[in-house]
């Protein structure tokens, strides 16, 4: 089936989006100075102009959910709200992770990208799959594996990672297939996936 949709990615400081039109990728346009807000209007505005495309011609709206930045996420989701309530076309949540492990060809391994403080949200994986739930702690849980994503901090020269940057042309992708299975998000009820339900270690040196 026919298809044109626009993809977003703003979980990192990468702002990412894409236009993908009949299952083919028809421009990209990213940045990684994280001025989301900024940028995402122009971007917009240049892949219509550039693609000579109808915004009303689109037939869904593409958004990458998280883990990731609360504020790159919220910022996203909500322009991807905007366009999908002002021109009445569904909208698509992709899983963060799901569009980095497009990338990888491995057996056991883990996908992070950065969170705060020294943590990070990590997925383990086996041969593709996730196995067991996202987790936010620190990297050095995953020095035994392999390690794909982005936003690794100085100091863990050691490990064995492999940057990976979040980007459009992959949530594009997951989209697509979302899009042929008939599978679109509520946009009233959607919310960004912060990886809410975290157990935090508590700092000892912090009275209460």
């Not at 400081?13 to 028809?26: H, P, Q, T």
């Not at 709206?61 to 790159?72: K, Q």
């Not at 009445?88 to 963060?96: G, M, S, Y």
């Not at 064995?160 to 297939?177: C, Q, R």
Request: hydrophobic share 35%.
């Amino acid at each position: 089936m026919n298809k044109s949709i626009i993809c977003i990615e703003t979980s990192t400081d990468v702002c990412s989006m894409a236009l993908y039109e009949n299952k083919k990728i028809s421009l990209l346009k990213e940045d990684n100075t994280k001025k989301h807000s900024q940028l995402l209007a122009p971007f917009l505005d240049s892949i219509i102009k550039e693609c000579n495309f109808e915004i009303m011609n689109l037939d869904a709206i593409a958004i990458s959910i998280g883990p990731g930045s609360y504020t790159g996420l919220r910022i996203g989701l909500s322009f991807a709200k905007g366009i999908a309530f002002s021109i009445n076309k569904p909208i698509i949540a992709v899983d963060t992770f799901d569009g980095i492990n497009l990338e990888i060809d491995d057996s056991d391994y883990c996908i992070i990208t950065r969170g705060f403080g020294e943590n990070y949200f990590i997925q383990e994986y086996n041969k593709g799959k996730k196995k067991g739930k996202i987790k936010f702690d620190d990297i050095g849980t995953c020095q035994n594996k392999k390690i794909y994503g982005y936003g690794i901090c100085d100091g863990y020269e050691g490990l064995n990672f492999v940057e990976i940057y979040p980007s459009a042309k992959n949530i594009g992708l997951m989209a697509i297939e979302h899009f042929d299975k008939n599978i679109y998000n509520d946009i009233e009820l959607l919310e960004p996936n912060y990886v809410k339900h975290i157990s935090y270690k508590k700092n000892k040196n912090i009275r209460t």
